[in-house]
């Protein structure tokens, strides 16, 4: 077992993992394993048995049992309930993760998503059973191309960077369709590092457009790498230097001319819901994160959901079946109201087993129909008023590489403490003993030491004030005495872990101790 | 500007990689201020020995704790040897990115290219612009 820096001495006897009060340390489940112990009983087989190896062959078989922990049920819930009080979560406090929108995911989406209609349907009930779901899917298809100015989308990516996947995949396809040879994608240099592997993945050569000293995208340096053998460009607006991209109607019309596309990033949505819509800036396709822009869970509460929508011309290749509604015919019966077209001759095909994550589609739609249009306005406005008051109480005390207005998130860096030698490593460690997740760090690439600060519009004003005066107290430390932020963080379990020899010499698996 | 070391046997590119001639070959590096930038290296991707490339075309990939890098081929021509102990010790780069830290030997189609690289001075002045 490693050293716990948290425990050391006065371990109290007779509770060996009691490391302070009610906060436990804990082994791995692998530690817990004690042989014959079991959190199951099945009952006696009554169909006849069946030998695997008749069945599957032989070589399909394994000869010895593999080593699983041998545990009781008992143990299965603390171990995995303990490990859950470690945990950050948005839940707990600010999770200011730039570019993730750790917004907090608001708990009737849990309740709607755990009506039993929802939560115990079967992915392969036929349509005429699943019609309160295909509703539930139509409508939310609609919702967000309403949100996007999009004219038909699919639900099925199960994450943004699988609906970019799906995103470039349709841009192909419509190119291969009009018989046009296009090899390369542009994609400015602040873009999210899924954006050129998407294009690569399918086969197009990646040509960066450099922004400009304001962060911004301009039409002249797209111009200047445009030509006919470009299937289009990929990029976010809000950017990741969290700035509006004024030009993007200028760059839309430049690709357009000749015959590109553009394809939309949707992670930083949140900063112009019901302000601005993608369709009407000139985006062809994109993807929407529902674990970001709708409150949906990042993970541990659910898989992820990354929607793509498009304008009418890539229709044709929308992954199948596509979600239909026959509503508006009358006499159509109650069951056959929602189907499943599967005739899609043009489409990329199928990308996700059944449905998509479809839970996660429940509670966006809740949060869709629990905030209205009024409230998803209200949400981008208090996204980007709460980023730009961090900005302005931070932005006197630490660097602001690109000054001005931010929209939802803003971008400090660690260039004014050089000369104290200490980091923004340092600075997100430190953070972490004033009990906050620390922001992004280190991107986007284009600034140097970046400390990336996406608040949401969850935070009240006193939650921004305190962070805030945690960031300041941080940055008078670093003057006064740097080696303890340089240290830190000093009131965690472990203390700062070598993330480098963690790299280099990574440590993938439990192994047995020597002797057993 | 922070005290890097710019060897004058050594050509430079725009992409903080550094070149030093030898025999047929050129020996392949980054610099010192690109493993500064960097931070510690935890993974160099080498092509294989034999491999062509391409003058400006990614031919690997450097990773650090803070992010992941390509490698561009300074100049176009033919790989002679990699060095393979960085798999095992990629801090090398770090500790030593002009002598034990080396990536790759080269065999440039046209030897020309590489004396139109910038020479020591030049590229001091090119790290010096971008660090104001």
């Known amino acids: 077992m490693s050293e716990r820096q948290g425990n050391q001495g006065g371990r109290p006897v007779g509770a060996p993992n009691v490391a302070r009060g009610f906060s436990y340390d804990e082994p791995l489940i692998f530690e817990h394993s004690r042989p014959g112990r079991v959190g199951f009983s099945l009952a006696d087989c009554d169909v006849p048995e069946v030998d695997p190896a008749e069945v599957l062959g032989a070589a399909a078989v394994r000869e010895d049992a593999l080593t699983l922990p041998e545990v009781s049920e008992v143990e299965v819930m603390r171990h995995f309930t303990r490990l859950s009080t470690w945990n950050a979560a948005v839940d707990f406090g600010l999770y200011p993760l730039g570019s993730c929108t750790m917004k907090y995911n608001p708990r009737v989406n849990e309740r709607v998503a755990a009506l039993p209609g929802f939560a115990q349907a079967h992915p392969l009930q036929p349509p005429a059973l699943s019609q309160g779901f295909l509703e539930l899917a139509w409508r939310l298809e609609r919702g967000l191309a309403e949100v996007s100015g999009m004219d038909a989308v699919s639900l099925q990516p199960a994450a943004g960077a699988q609906g970019e996947l799906v995103g470039m995949m349709m841009i192909r396809a419509y190119f291969a369709d009009r018989g046009e040879v296009r090899t390369k994608v542009l994609v400015p240099d602040s873009a999210h590092g899924t954006n050129p592997a998407s294009a690569a993945l399918n086969a197009y050569e990646v040509v960066t457009v450099l922004t400009g000293d304001d962060g911004l995208l301009h039409p002249d340096e797209v111009e200047k790498a445009m030509a006919p053998d470009v299937a289009g460009l990929m990029l976010t607006n809000p950017n990741t230097l969290g700035l509006f991209e004024t030009r993007i109607a200028e760059i839309a019309d430049v690709v357009h001319r000749q015959g590109g596309l553009i394809y939309g990033d949707g992670a930083n949505l949140n900063a112009i819901l019901g302000v601005a819509r993608p369709g009407d800036l000139g985006i062809d396709v994109m993807h929407f994160n529902l674990h970001k822009t709708f409150s949906t869970p990042h993970g541990g509460g659910g898989p992820g959901a990354g929607p793509v929508g498009v304008k009418a011309l890539l229709e044709p290749y929308l992954p199948r079946p596509v979600i239909t509604r026959n509503g508006d015919d009358a006499g159509a019966d109650a069951d056959e109201i929602g189907g499943l077209d599967f005739e899609r001759p043009k489409s990329i095909g199928r990308v996700h087993g059944n449905f998509g994550n479809v839970g996660m589609f429940v509670r966006a739609w809740a949060y869709l129909r629990a905030l209205g249009p009024e409230g998803l306005r209200r949400c981008a406005e208090m996204a980007v008023l709460n980023a730009n008051y961090l900005l302005a109480r931070l932005g006197d005390t630490f660097f602001v590489p690109y000054p001005g207005r931010v929209m939802h998130e803003c971008i400090l860096s660690d260039r004014h403490l050089a000369d104290t030698g200490v980091t923004t490593l340092d600075v997100a460690k430190r953070l972490i003993d004033h009990g906050y997740h620390p922001p992004t760090i280190y991107f986007p690439l284009v600034v140097e030491g970046a400390i990336m600060i996406e608040p949401t519009e969850s935070e009240p004003k006193e939650g921004l004030d305190r962070f805030i005066e945690a960031l300041l107290a941080i940055e008078r430390e670093a003057h006064a005495d740097p080696e303890t932020v340089k240290t830190a963080p000093h009131t965690t379990r472990h203390n700062r872990l070598d993330e480098t020899r963690a790299a280099r010499k990574p440590v993938l698996r439990w192994e047995p101790p020597e002797g057993e | ?132």
């Not at chain 2, 092509?47 to 803070?66: H, M, N, R, Y």
């Not at chain 2, 176009?76 to 030997?105: H, Q, R």
């Not at chain 2, 065999?107 to 090119?126: N, Q, T």
């Open chain 2, 1 to 132: 500007m922070a005290d890097y070391e710019f060897p004058e046997d050594c050509r430079y590119t725009d992409g903080d990689e550094w070149l030093r001639p030898e025999g047929d070959g050129v020996r392949v590096g980054i610099s010192d201020y690109a493993q500064c930038q960097l931070g510690d290296v935890v993974f160099v991707e080498l092509p294989e020995v034999g491999a062509t490339l391409e003058k400006g075309k990614s031919f690997g990939a450097i990773e650090s704790v803070k992010a992941v890098s390509d490698l561009f081929a300074p100049v176009s021509g033919s790989v002679i040897a990699v060095n393979g102990a960085l798999e095992d010790a990629p801090e090398k780069v770090n500790e030593a990115c002009y002598g034990d830290g080396w990536i790759l030997v080269l065999k440039p189609d046209d030897p020309g290219e590489v004396e139109s690289l910038m020479d020591a001075a030049a590229y001091r002045a090119h790290v010096a612009a971008r660090e104001d």
